[in-house]
């Protein structure tokens, strides 16, 4: 099983990010995805979950508006569009699926914003 995180980086204020989760070894579309964040000293939080079919998505209150979660079952990847990024975003990104009481953790992207 692998949950491999791609797209993190470092961006100004204002700026973009995508990032992309891509699955491995297990029945994707069975799955619950959400992209967790944890910033030096915090503990980790939930930023967005997507349900198996892609028709239910939900947000953090900080990230409403400015994310977008989406996943795409043909290619076994979940991404995280991230626009208007603040300095409050600079963290790593986690990729997590779930089913039951099944659940994976990719390893981690750096998110980092900055002037």
């Known amino acids: 099983v692998q949950l491999v995180e791609s797209g993190g980086g470092l961006v100004q204020p204002g700026g973009s990010l995508r990032l992309s989760c891509a699955a491995s070894g297990f029945t994707f579309s069975n799955y619950y995805m959400r992209w967790y964040r944890q910033a030096p000293g915090k503990e980790r939080e939930l930023v967005a979950g997507i349900s198996s079919t892609g028709r239910s998505t939900n947000y953090a209150d900080s990230v409403k508006d400015r994310f977008t979660i989406a996943r795409d079952n043909a290619k076994n990847t979940v991404y995280l569009q991230m626009n208007s990024l603040k300095l409050e975003d600079t963290a790593v990104y986690y990729c997590?699926?779930?089913?039951?009481?099944?659940?994976?953790w990719g390893q981690g992207t750096q998110v980092t914003v900055s002037s």
């Open positions: 997590n699926a779930r089913n039951g009481l099944t659940g994976y």
